[in-house]
């Protein structure tokens, strides 16, 4: 499929841009999308929950009265679970939540949630730009001009550019990438996708 190029005003500069129909024209396949999504997520949890059981508590371990003959419950030591203060009984441990998806399940994800969009109508391309110095109204200004300054914009470009990414940073609800680094849910997470002319041969290398 072709799409218009536009410069950083929003002009049409007249020509266009073929985005490989292997990438960006694909049935999507939900289940493989959903699978990625949750690897993303689960990736995001730090899993150093804990809570002391009844055997790492500060306390006595001595048996507060006899087992027998006092015509009250039986009572191990003041950290019983039972207790204010006591352990607790089964809590939460370390763990790690990472979750294993096939490379190829990841690559099918990825053109998938790519294709979706492209249905959608979000995927807007650019020409190549840079800044000399990290400029915020400046980058607004170029996803104002596309009208996708409220949109949930995702700037995708061929390589990571700290004077880009500093522009973009302080922008509410707006996100940039590296294409060697796009991920399925950074993808749906968007409402519009910014792609500079050059990534496209990268998205594509990504996603083969």
């Known amino acids: 499929m072709k799409v218009s190029v536009y410069n950083i005003?929003?002009?049409?500069?007249g020509r266009k841009v073929e985005l490989?129909?292997?990438?960006?024209?694909?049935?999507?396949?939900?289940?493989?999308v959903w699978l990625d999504?949750?690897?993303?997520?689960?990736?995001?949890?730090?899993?150093t929950h804990k809570s002391k059981e009844r055997s790492e508590m500060s306390?006595?371990?001595?048996?507060?009265?006899?087992?027998?003959?006092?015509?009250?419950s039986r009572k191990?030591?003041?950290?019983?679970p039972l207790y204010r203060g006591g352990g607790r009984v089964f809590g939460p441990r370390p763990r790690n939540y990472d979750i294993d998806v096939n490379a190829k399940v990841k690559r099918l994800a990825r053109r998938s949630a790519l294709?979706?969009?492209?249905?959608?109508?979000?995927?807007?391309?650019?020409?190549?730009?840079?800044?000399?110095?990290?400029?915020?109204?400046?980058f607004i200004n170029i996803?104002?001009?596309?009208?996708?300054?409220?949109?949930k914009p995702l700037t995708v470009l061929p390589a990571y550019d700290q004077i880009l990414y500093k522009s973009c940073r302080n922008i509410d609800r707006a996100a940039i990438a590296p294409a060697s680094d796009l991920s399925t849910y950074q993808?749906?997470?968007?409402?519009?996708?910014?792609?500079?002319?050059?990534?496209?041969?990268?998205?594509?290398?990504n996603c083969e």
């Open 9 to 13: 005003k929003g002009e049409d500069t």
């Open 37 to 47: 999504v949750k690897r993303y997520l689960a990736a995001q949890r730090q899993g």
């Open 143 to 151: 996803l104002r001009s596309l009208n996708v300054d409220g949109k």
């Open 76 to 80: 191990g030591d003041i950290n019983n």
């Open 115 to 138: 294709s979706a969009k492209a249905a959608e109508g979000s995927i807007f391309v650019v020409e190549d730009f840079s800044f000399e110095a990290p400029k915020t109204s400046a």
């Open 187 to 205: 993808i749906l997470n968007a409402g519009a996708l910014v792609i500079a002319e050059s990534a496209i041969v990268k998205i594509k290398e």
């Open 20 to 32: 490989p129909a292997e990438i960006f024209g694909i049935e999507p396949h939900q289940h493989s």
């Open 59 to 72: 306390g006595s371990t001595r048996k507060l009265h006899k087992q027998k003959g006092t015509g009250g």
